[in-house]
């Protein structure tokens, strides 16, 4: 072949590559031209409110040009709002590859990537971003969180080094990077950076406050003791003096110098409330630490006073005061501040049920039953709160409202079948207590239907079912149920035994009441009276009259125990 020839082929040769790249560029052209068709289209459907219409467009416009940022930034808004994290992170990316030099991509990819998880790629974004911009310093908290995310602490206290030195909010700074040190349980750097920040306004005594208690945690009582020399050299009258006081008395240990600070510290109008209870918080923490007694309380009781006379209408004050007097058993003193509390806000739920305990406790049943009627204002739709309701009418003795509230309680649950499953055994206990042993064995029943593994429902139908002399075997499989979740529980154990006892199986009655009578502390009249009775039942009458007397001493008052005594053998109730 001659040179030529040669020629000639190779022209043709490259005329038809010419030509075909020339075909490509022209479809390339027409498929973006389509893409930018497709996103207008889309754009106006979006701005008609026809998301669906819109959002299936913007899917043709990507298949027509994938590398379209604007068109990849609009699918990763409509993934997000659609809950699909995954394709959202994955279309913002492509956004901001395809437009790098675009702050609203990069941004909304980097944290879409931060909240998806993937610290990595947020990054990676956040650093383009600093690349396009380092002086932005709203970048650099970003990257500081995604560094943290990624558990790279030292990446992100360079970050905070950065946003002091764009910035000057030494503070700020500062204060993030304690954060991240207290993490790491690095003290002395702690220590290090509260010094800095002292040091750069020695006249600040918020700055010496904070270093004192930097001292503190790092064990140099010394030099926090002389720091608060000067904070009360610069103004004895700041009210950060007597925090600083509390803080370092605490941790001496010094608990009527304490009690003191504290006390200036609760009549200082300039300390918030929050941190005035916190700090009585601690106060008590430390009481209870040295001394478990709760007489160590009273000693707290009078630091209410400064509180509550500068915050009269705290209900968070008499709320917290009133725990503590319940801790002691002052349970009028407690009714006083939860009723100041319920004055100040009557929907305070938790209010009104301890309220109603601590009427309870003090066997004020009239005024427990009026104060479920008046709580009940706040809660009528509130089912949770109808199904105690029911149950504290019941304590109080009122049947008839317990039962009215119950049910009221069971027309409101929506898809809670465990809340069902304990109304019901509610009314249950409710009918047993009437008498009515159908009626409580039918909604026994039911409870059992919605929840199987109700223990409460399971053991009192079972016992129940024993005392009536139904059907033994099913009360043994459902007490049963009940031993193998809480072996240890003794109300339990008394069951299962007195089922085996009215099935004539002595030995296993004996050894299931015995069980009963090991694992509680407390002496429960009906289990030692049961005991005497399976003892009787095995010929041994006088360890049975033993257990019998016990359980009449243990406040059991019947006409049955009391003929058993006497006749010195088993009655049948």
Same mark, same amino acid.
């Given at each position: 072949?001659?040179?030529?020839?040669?020629?000639?082929?190779?022209?043709?040769?490259?005329?038809?590559?010419?030509?075909?790249?020339?075909?490509?560029?022209?479809?390339?052209?027409?498929?973006?031209?389509?893409?930018?068709?497709?996103?207008?289209?889309?754009?106006?459907?979006?701005?008609?409110?026809?998301?669906?219409?819109?959002?299936?467009?913007?899917?043709?416009?990507?298949?027509?040009?994938?590398?379209?940022?604007?068109?990849?930034?609009?699918?990763?808004?409509?993934?997000?709002?659609?809950?699909?994290?995954?394709?959202?992170?994955?279309?913002?990316?492509?956004?901001?590859?395809?437009?790098?030099?675009?702050?609203?991509?990069?941004?909304?990819?980097?944290?879409?990537?931060?909240?998806?998880?993937?610290?990595?790629?947020?990054?990676?974004?956040?650093?383009?971003?600093? %690349?396009?911009?380092?002086?932005?310093?709203?970048?650099?908290?970003?990257?500081?969180?995604? %560094?943290?995310?990624?558990?790279?602490?030292?990446?992100?206290? *360079?970050?905070?080094?950065?946003?002091?030195?764009?910035?000057?909010?030494?503070?700020?700074?500062?204060?993030?990077?304690?954060?991240?040190?207290?993490?790491?349980?690095?003290?002395?750097?702690?220590?290090?950076?509260?010094?800095?920040?002292?040091?750069?306004?020695?006249?600040?005594?918020?700055?010496?406050?904070?270093?004192?208690?930097?001292?503190?945690?790092?064990?140099?009582?010394?030099?926090?003791?002389?720091?608060?020399?000067?904070?009360?050299?610069?103004?004895?009258?700041?009210?950060?003096?007597?925090?600083?006081?509390?803080?370092?008395?605490?941790?001496?240990?010094?608990?009527?110098?304490?009690?003191?600070?504290?006390?200036?510290?609760?009549?200082?109008?300039?300390?918030?409330?929050?941190?005035?209870?916190?700090?009585?918080?601690?106060?008590?923490?430390?009481?209870?630490?040295?001394?478990?007694?709760?007489?160590?309380?009273?000693?707290?009781?009078?630091?209410?006073?400064?509180?509550?006379?500068?915050?009269?209408?705290?209900?968070?004050?008499?709320?917290?005061?009133?725990?503590?007097?319940?801790?002691?058993?002052?349970?009028?003193?407690?009714?006083?501040?939860?009723?100041?509390?319920?004055?100040?806000?009557?929907?305070?739920?938790?209010?009104?049920?301890?309220?109603?305990?601590?009427?309870?406790?003090?066997?004020?049943?009239?005024?427990?039953?009026?104060?479920?009627?008046?709580?009940?204002? %706040?809660?009528?739709?509130?089912?949770?709160?109808?199904?105690?309701?029911?149950?504290?009418?019941?304590?109080?003795?009122?049947?008839?409202?317990?039962?009215?509230?119950?049910?009221?309680?069971?027309?409101?649950?929506?898809?809670?079948?465990?809340?069902?499953?304990?109304?019901?055994?509610?009314?249950?206990?409710?009918?047993?207590?009437?008498?009515?042993?159908?009626?409580?064995?039918?909604?026994?029943?039911?409870?059992?239907?919605?929840?199987?593994?109700?223990?409460?429902?399971?053991?009192?139908?079972?016992?129940?079912?024993?005392?009536?002399?139904?059907?033994?075997?099913?009360?043994?499989?459902?007490?049963?149920?009940?031993?193998?979740?809480?072996?240890?529980?003794?109300? %339990?154990?008394?069951?299962?035994?007195?089922?085996?006892?009215?099935?004539?199986?002595?030995?296993?009655?004996?050894?299931?009441?015995?069980?009963?009578?090991?694992?509680?502390? =407390?002496?429960?009249?009906?289990?030692?009276?049961?005991?005497?009775?399976?003892?009787?039942?095995?010929?041994?009458? *006088?360890?049975?009259?033993?257990?019998?007397?016990?359980?009449?001493?243990?406040?059991?008052?019947? =006409?049955?125990?009391?003929?058993?005594?006497?006749?010195?053998?088993?009655?049948?109730?």
């Amino acid at each position: 072949m001659d040179r030529i020839t040669h020629l000639a082929i190779a022209f043709l040769l490259t005329a038809t590559v010419s030509v075909i790249s020339a075909a490509a560029k022209k479809t390339d052209s027409r498929q973006r031209e389509k893409a930018e068709y497709l996103l207008m289209e889309a754009l106006k459907l979006d701005n008609k409110g026809e998301l669906g219409a819109a959002f299936d467009i913007l899917q043709r416009a990507r298949a027509a040009d994938t590398a379209n940022a604007e068109i990849n930034y609009w699918l990763s808004m409509y993934y997000y709002h659609m809950g699909k994290e995954d394709e959202a992170v994955r279309c913002a990316t492509a956004a901001s590859d395809a437009s790098p030099g675009n702050y609203w991509y990069n941004i909304g990819a980097a944290n879409m990537s931060l909240n998806a998880g993937d610290t990595e790629n947020a990054v990676r974004l956040y650093n383009r971003m600093l %690349y396009n911009d380092p002086y932005d310093e709203s970048v650099y908290r970003y990257l500081a969180e995604a %560094y943290m995310s990624a558990g790279d602490y030292d990446s992100a206290l *360079v970050c905070y080094d950065n946003i002091e030195r764009l910035t000057g909010d030494m503070y700020y700074a500062t204060m993030m990077k304690i954060n991240i040190l207290n993490t790491l349980g690095r003290k002395d750097d702690i220590l290090a950076a509260l010094k800095r920040l002292s040091l750069s306004n020695p006249e600040n005594i918020e700055y010496k406050t904070m270093l004192s208690s930097g001292y503190l945690e790092a064990d140099s009582v010394e030099q926090s003791r002389a720091v608060i020399r000067e904070i009360e050299a610069m103004n004895p009258e700041n009210c950060l003096l007597p925090m600083a006081k509390a803080e370092y008395f605490r941790v001496v240990n010094q608990e009527d110098s304490l009690q003191v600070a504290l006390f200036d510290a609760f009549s200082c109008p300039d300390l918030e409330l929050d941190t005035k209870l916190a700090m009585l918080k601690n106060f008590i923490y430390m009481l209870l630490q040295k001394d478990k007694d709760v007489r160590s309380f009273q000693k707290a009781d009078n630091l209410f006073a400064p509180l509550i006379e500068s915050y009269p209408r705290s209900s968070e004050i008499r709320d917290f005061y009133a725990e503590i007097l319940l801790m002691q058993d002052k349970y009028p003193e407690a009714e006083e501040q939860i009723r100041v509390s319920l004055d100040l806000r009557p929907d305070n739920q938790e209010a009104w049920k301890k309220l109603i305990g601590v009427l309870f406790n003090q066997n004020a049943t009239d005024r427990m039953d009026r104060a479920i009627d008046e709580s009940l204002r %706040y809660f009528a739709g509130d089912s949770i709160y109808l199904s105690l309701a029911g149950s504290y009418y019941f304590f109080a003795g009122q049947d008839a409202k317990a039962l009215k509230t119950l049910h009221a309680a069971a027309g409101k649950v929506a898809h809670n079948s465990e809340l069902m499953s304990g109304i019901c055994a509610q009314i249950g206990d409710i009918y047993y207590s009437q008498s009515n042993v159908d009626s409580a064995f039918c909604y026994y029943e039911k409870a059992i239907e919605f929840n199987p593994e109700n223990l409460g429902a399971l053991n009192n139908y079972s016992y129940y079912m024993a005392i009536a002399g139904g059907d033994l075997k099913k009360a043994e499989k459902m007490s049963a149920v009940t031993i193998a979740e809480e072996p240890s529980n003794a109300t %339990y154990l008394d069951t299962y035994g007195w089922i085996f006892f009215k099935q004539g199986n002595y030995t296993l009655a004996e050894l299931y009441i015995k069980m009963a009578l090991d694992n509680t502390e =407390e002496v429960v009249p009906e289990i030692l009276e049961h005991y005497g009775d399976v003892l009787y039942m095995q010929g041994k009458t *006088v360890e049975a009259l033993k257990y019998w007397n016990q359980a009449r001493e243990a406040g059991v008052d019947s =006409e049955v125990l009391q003929k058993k005594i006497e006749t010195r053998q088993y009655i049948e109730r």
